[in-house]
């Protein structure tokens, strides 16, 4: 393995990043202090990096619980497609395939083991992970999803509880947990059942900033609407439907209407839906329309768009699901169509559930995902909040943020609100005070007394829908509690007292009208970018379908984006690309930088400057010292030097190539290229046979690329 300077150095390397993301660096750097971790970051966020470069820079194995057969799938195809040694084990393997595996395992071939947790609890599983232990060393255990291990996790998992068995088995190795949403309560949890010894716990902000969220009305043109907005939408998308006949409506009406579309729900077969989810994942088809069954195992980067047909159960829910967009950092979308009629379906569910506690925690989460649809408050302010964490306002990237406010000043309403969430006690909600406000004839009031109350009445001149609209808006800015047990009651706190004593006012957001179009902030500005990105992209699908694998473990979106602009026509200047790492850039470099220099020369667009790197490399040459001699005095590698020279003759420098291949191998390279064509090195080589090496005829094709501009 290289020796590395620095850990940017590293990443690089492996990855094709030339820095970390908010909070990655710090995570890494206490991993490879051997540090009990827990971590908590969102979707897209790059969790898996704060395991994945720890256990390619420590010795031994790094062994990853992760409960999904499709994630270590993902996982592992996008890890060896950057030239690192990964591999999964589990019940999809054969006999022969599976020694196979462990055997690479025990020759220390593999840095990265992905298992199921139930195989990894296995007794002969365990015999074989002390083998690995003795043999190789075990560098750490990584826990994804780690939420699963606590019942008051959104999707707990029984034998999640049973993997401190681990700690005890291996005391002295590290143990990292992370996973994308944790409450206060699972954190605690979870560091309990793992057995974490003095953690170190990241928790990185839950606002995804590259997300443009909007809620749009639904009524029964809603399916022409959502229709001609995907037509409008570039790369892939996710609809999520509440009912799996939803799914098959949906999918088979834009089917109908030549739009690239598949269903996926429980009700399918595993065969069925593993072949849809599939095909969504190598973008064979535009848009997958499911149900919530369509969640945690996808890890496609590059959708862009995401639709709730129907509204979520819970905000929870919503904020996992909208996630799915968006995960490569680029611009992307998350719509969600409301109705009251889909309040009522979701009541409906509700009903049929047997456990009284159980109905009264999903209506205060569907009365959550309510007032995110209703409210006026920035978005991401009512998102954030409800993970308890504050967040300024005025996102610029939601409708509520783009369509201008008129900011009006509510703090004697606030105060009257108030004042009666404290002469109810604190023991009621938030419909009940507007009641007492307006001056409501109901048992219940007359009931508590609460007719005879000072603030009995004093609201009459505000409609119901004002009143909520302020209390909405008073639990989004924190400026009221509430209960969060499924009877959602008020509780006053420091900042409501604030208010009572007339030391803060209180202003609400009332909608005016829009000031710019959604959505053209994700145009890009050059036509020239448009075609060249969707020409690499086909690039990328034509390699991908070579592989087997989804086109993004090729070349994430963002990487594709910055080629068609910065448009580099070297492997140099390829290979400064965010992404492209050394592994990459042997593998597919040639391929795009041929795609980009072909459309550059058809646009007429102007040829690149020599780097100082290769002016210092052409002056030596013009000195007379041959390849090994400049490397030798560069400091640099043979292949290197060769890269810049065949770069230097494509831009038209003096470079001397008689010295380099000999006259008699250049007409036979260039005759060959006049045959077969340029794109391919190794289609040359082979009509060529074994006596051209691929150094020879790099050169001699640059020449002959340099003479048909």
Partial sequence: MPLFTSLEEALKHFFGYDTFRSGQKQIVEEALQNKDLLIIMPTGGGKSLCFQLPALLKPGLTVVVSPLIALMQDQVDTLQDNGIGATFLNSTLDYEEMRSRQGAILQGKIKLLYVAPEKLLAEKFGSFLDQVANQVGIAAIAIDEAHCVSEWGHDFRPEYRQLKLLRDRY???????????????????????????????????????????????????????????????????????????????????????????????????DERRTINQTRFLRDDVQVMVATIAFGMGINKPDVRFVYHYDLPRSLENFYQESGRAGRDGEAAKSILFFSISDRQKINYLIEQKSDPSEQ???????????????????????????????????????????????????TIEAQKFLSCVARCQEKFGMMHIIDVLRGARKKKIEQYGHHLLSTYGIGKSRSIAEWKMLGRSLLHQELVSETNDGYRILKLNKRSWEILRKQRSVQIAVSDRPKSEPGREYNFTKAEAEILFERLKQLRKQIANLHSVPPYIIFADSSLKLMAQLQPQTLTEFANISGVGSHKLKQYGEQFVSVIREFCQVQKLPTPLPSHSQMATLQLHQQGLNVDEIAQKRNLAVSTINTHLSELIEMNQPVALNRLVQLDKQQRIKGAIEKIGADSLKQIKEYLGENYSYVEIRLVRAWWRSHQQ
């Fill in 360 to 410: 009264r925690i999903a209506r205060q989460q569907l009365r959550q995902i309510v007032d995110y649809a209703e409210g006026t408050d920035c978005r991401r302010t009512i998102l954030l909040s409800y993970f308890g964490e504050r967040f300024r306002g005025d996102c610029g990237k939601c409708d509520n943020c783009l369509t201008p406010k008129t900011l009006e000043d509510w």
């Fill in 171 to 269: 005391p002295q190795v590290p143990i990292l947990a992370l996973t994308a949403t944790a409450t206060k309560r699972v954190r605690q949890d979870i560091i309990t059942q793992l057995g974490l010894r003095q953690p170190q716990i990241h928790i990185t902000s839950f606002n995804r900033t590259n997300i443009h969220y909007e809620v749009q009305p639904k009524d029964k043109k809603s399916y022409s609407q959502l229709l001609q907005q995907i037509r409008t939408q570039s790369g892939s998308g996710i609809v999520y439907c509440l009912s799996r006949r939803s799914v098959e409506e949906i999918a088979y009406r834009l089917q109908k209407d030549e739009v690239k579309a598949l269903p996926y729900h429980a009700g399918m077969t």
